[in-house]
């Protein structure tokens, strides 16, 4: 486990930008998010983007649709986080760490609960793509990760 970064720290290593108070999705998080889009969305192949959390913060239970390709690819470039598919041991999340998301599995990603978290999520380019927003993660779930 790395050692824990003062947020001083975590500012200085999220080379990406924390960005601006993630509002558009804040009733899909469970604590603050920010949004730091790395691409002009209109322009690029694939959308991509740095997004911060919170010590603690987490997005709920999600699923990426496509009829084919589709899916989402994390980065974490900054702090200590927390990846899960639904069924399966939750994966701890450092800086370098990738994880790569096929279409059709759910999912959560956040903060652990002592430290910041910052991953750039790219948008895997799929036929009939869309994101389905599910339930929060409970905080009696959340607080039992190991």
Known sequence: MMEKLSKEMFDKENVFGKGQPNVNFAQYFTGESFLNPL???????????????????????????????????????????????????????????????????????????????????????GENTANEWLEPVSDEDYSNLK
């Open 39 to 125: 691409v002009d969305a209109k322009t690029s192949p694939l959308f991509m983007a740095n997004v911060t959390f919170e010590p603690a913060c987490r997005n709920n239970w999600h699923i990426h649709h496509a009829s084919s390709g589709g899916g989402q690819i994390l980065i974490c470039t900054a702090g200590s986080g927390w990846y899960q598919e639904w069924g399966k041991a939750p994966v701890s999340m450092e800086k370098g760490s990738v994880v790569v998301i096929p279409a059709e599995v759910k999912h959560w990603h956040g903060a652990k609960a002592d430290s910041w978290f910052s991953h750039i999520a790219i948008e895997v380019p």
